[in-house]
């Protein structure tokens, strides 16, 4: 992978202000701290911090150059430098997506792209891992998906790959237009459109059509991955002109999923559905909203000619994210259910769900941190969240955050006793609540948005759980 001053001054329109046309760059870095030897260090200007203050740095590094805006030319000072390239660009953001795009370009390697509310990452990682039976893949890695993370991921393609898989998030106005003006990509496909960002976004609507600009924008003699079960996807597909596949488990799909049972610590099965192939797969993952994440991976392997055969072992090899319907063993017959990495309104419902279906005999109890991000919509959502507990019979309640009293207030008043509904005040509380009540057979669910860090209470009684391993080894001191 190397890139040349002449590709980035016709990919970026931008400005040479010192080196020559011929000079390579091995790679592309925005991050000072990680940079290569040969790399190109393109300094981005952010909320929290300014790029710019690092281009010296980058160069003392063994940067071989740096992009930057047009504005900040003459605030730095580039003497003992001048065997290093210095590039001027209008926009520094700009700038890495055109550099992205021309990598693209050059490649022409087919783009499968994915955007949604929920299950992004997963879907994504479902995706390429059926993919990979067949084809070398690239893909976004975690959840590096946005202005900054896809193109960075572009720029790491090659003549090697055949398909890449990349995963485009939403948290300002026009970022999915933008990115998919970087990705032009092949395959289109919206995992859902729910209530998500609504703080940044305003409302459902306003979401579903930023969403939607991936159908809208992308190349229209591509093909699209339509989920039937969403109402508000099936309406934004209705104007794509290229080809459409569906898939669902509610209404009637191209690609579906009978006879779902969710097996308790052994995951998921479902029949899958599609042209007169059928197959049994079994998730190791927990929850019947995983498997539409699992048929969209389905649909788009037989896109690309993936045996059935292939792609069915590929879901059933599948390792989940951490903190994403992680199932973890406390001991004495105690489950814990990790999905601590995010929340909203939609996700915590399903997981909220899984964890009644899969108790069994066992009490179900709900740790919930608070939603963040939904704007005007945030007390009604958690006084809803309140009413699915009751709804679902959840047996034991404990929540954390500024809207804890809402969906404590709402259980109880929605029939939950009130000496089974709790507000922690912090992590710590929530910890040694749990730690009181528990017992054999119960099933536990961890969950609240990123900015809670509800995975301090799954290390919380993680410890409990590595001292009693330690305690009850045949190694440990008498």
Same mark, same amino acid.
């Given at each position: 992978?190397?890139?040349?001053?002449?590709?980035?001054?016709?990919? $970026?329109?931008?400005?040479?202000?010192? +080196?020559?046309?011929?000079?390579?760059?091995?790679?592309?870095?925005?991050?000072?701290?990680?940079?290569?030897? #040969?790399?190109?260090?393109?300094?981005?200007?952010?909320?929290?911090?300014?790029?710019? @203050?690092?281009?010296?740095?980058?160069?003392?590094?063994?940067?071989?150059?740096?992009?930057?805006?047009?504005?900040?030319?003459?605030?730095?000072? %580039?003497?003992?430098?001048?065997?290093?390239?210095?590039? !001027?660009?209008?926009?520094?953001?700009?700038?890495?997506?055109?550099? !992205?795009?021309?990598?693209?370009?050059?490649?022409?390697?087919?783009?499968?792209?994915?955007?949604?509310?929920?299950?992004? $990452?997963?879907?994504?990682?479902?995706?390429?891992?059926? =993919?990979?039976?067949?084809?070398?893949?690239?893909?976004?890695?975690?959840?590096?998906?946005?202005?900054?993370?896809? /193109?960075?991921?572009?720029?790491?393609?090659?003549?090697?790959?055949?398909?890449?898989?990349?995963?485009?998030?939403?948290?300002?106005?026009?970022?999915?237009?933008?990115?998919?003006?970087?990705?032009?990509?092949?395959?289109?496909?919206?995992?859902?459109?729910?209530?998500? @960002?609504?703080?940044?976004?305003?409302?459902?609507?306003?979401?579903?059509?930023?969403?939607?600009?991936?159908? *809208?924008?992308?190349?229209?003699?591509?093909?699209?991955? &339509?989920?039937?079960?969403?109402?508000?996807?099936?309406?934004?597909?209705?104007?794509?002109?290229?080809?459409?596949?569906?898939?669902?488990?509610?209404?009637?799909?191209?690609? $579906?999923?009978?006879?779902?049972?969710?097996?308790?610590?052994?995951?998921?099965?479902? *029949?899958? &559905?599609?042209?007169?192939?059928?197959?049994?797969? @079994?998730?190791?993952?927990? #929850?019947?909203?995983? &498997? =539409?994440?699992?048929?969209?991976?389905?649909?788009?392997?037989?896109?690309?000619?993936?045996?059935?055969?292939?792609?069915?072992?590929?879901?059933?090899?599948?390792?989940?994210?951490?903190?994403?319907?992680?199932?973890?063993?406390?001991?004495?017959?105690?489950?814990?259910?990790?999905?601590?990495?995010?929340?909203?309104?939609?996700?915590?419902?399903?997981?909220?769900?899984?964890?009644?279906?899969?108790?069994?005999?066992?009490?179900?109890?709900?740790? =919930?941190?608070?939603?963040?991000?939904? +704007?005007?919509?945030?007390?009604?959502?958690?006084?809803?969240?309140?009413?699915?507990?009751?709804?679902?019979?959840?047996?034991?309640?404990?929540?954390?955050?500024?809207?804890?009293?809402?969906?404590?207030?709402?259980?109880?008043?929605?029939?939950?006793?009130?000496?089974? !509904?709790?507000?922690?005040?912090?992590?710590?509380?929530? &910890?040694?609540?749990?730690?009181?009540?528990?017992?054999?057979?119960? %099933?536990?669910?961890?969950?609240?948005?990123?900015?809670?860090?509800?995975?301090?209470?799954?290390?919380?009684?993680?410890?409990?759980?590595?001292?009693?391993?330690?305690?009850?080894? /045949?190694?440990?001191?008498?």
């Amino acid at each position: 992978m190397t890139f040349s001053v002449e590709e980035i001054l016709k990919a $970026t329109g931008g400005r040479l202000l010192q +080196g020559k046309e011929r000079m390579l760059f091995k790679g592309v870095s925005t991050d000072s701290r990680t940079l290569c030897e #040969g790399d190109l260090f393109v300094a981005l200007k952010g909320v929290r911090f300014d790029g710019h @203050h690092f281009a010296i740095e980058a160069l003392e590094k063994r940067a071989a150059g740096v992009v930057i805006e047009e504005d900040r030319a003459g605030d730095i000072r %580039w003497d003992g430098y001048q065997s290093k390239a210095i590039i !001027a660009v209008k926009s520094s953001l700009r700038a890495l997506g055109d550099l !992205a795009r021309d990598r693209r370009r050059k490649y022409r390697t087919p783009v499968v792209a994915l955007t949604g509310s929920n299950g992004k $990452t997963t879907t994504k990682e479902m995706i390429a891992a059926c =993919l990979r039976t067949t084809f070398p893949v690239l893909k976004t890695e975690g959840n590096l998906n946005n202005l900054i993370g896809l /193109p960075l991921t572009l720029l790491k393609l090659t003549e090697k790959e055949r398909v890449a898989v990349l995963e485009m998030g939403m948290n300002v106005h026009g970022e999915v237009r933008r990115l998919t003006e970087i990705a032009e990509p092949d395959v289109g496909l919206i995992t859902n459109i729910q209530e998500a @960002h609504l703080e940044g976004m305003g409302d459902l609507e306003k979401i579903k059509k930023e969403k939607g600009e991936l159908f *809208r924008r992308m190349r229209q003699d591509g093909s699209i991955i &339509v989920n039937q079960d969403d109402p508000r996807v099936v309406d934004l597909a209705q104007s794509f002109l290229g080809q459409k596949i569906s898939y669902g488990i509610e209404r009637p799909a191209d690609v $579906t999923a009978r006879e779902i049972r969710l097996r308790g610590d052994q995951g998921t099965s479902f *029949r899958f &559905v599609s042209e007169g192939e059928e197959a049994e797969i @079994h998730l190791p993952l927990f #929850g019947r909203h995983l &498997v =539409l994440n699992a048929l969209s991976a389905l649909a788009t392997a037989s896109l690309f000619g993936i045996k059935l055969e292939r792609a069915k072992e590929a879901l059933e090899d599948f390792k989940p994210f951490p903190m994403r319907m992680e199932l973890l063993l406390l001991g004495g017959g105690i489950h814990l259910i990790n999905d601590a990495y995010n929340a909203n309104p939609r996700s915590m419902e399903h997981a909220l769900e899984t964890l009644t279906e899969m108790k069994e005999k066992g009490r179900a109890i709900a740790v =919930l941190g608070d939603m963040l991000e939904l +704007g005007d919509f945030t007390e009604e959502a958690h006084r809803n969240l309140g009413k699915k507990i009751v709804e679902l019979s959840i047996d034991l309640l404990i929540a954390l955050g500024e809207e804890a009293a809402l969906v404590v207030d709402s259980a109880i008043q929605h029939g939950l006793k009130p000496e089974k !509904a709790f507000i922690a005040e912090d992590h710590g509380e929530a &910890v040694f609540l749990l730690k009181q009540m528990m017992r054999e057979g119960d %099933w536990i669910l961890i969950k609240g948005s990123r900015g809670m860090a509800m995975e301090k209470i799954v290390r919380g009684l993680s410890e409990r759980r590595s001292r009693r391993d330690a305690l009850s080894s /045949p190694l440990s001191s008498s």
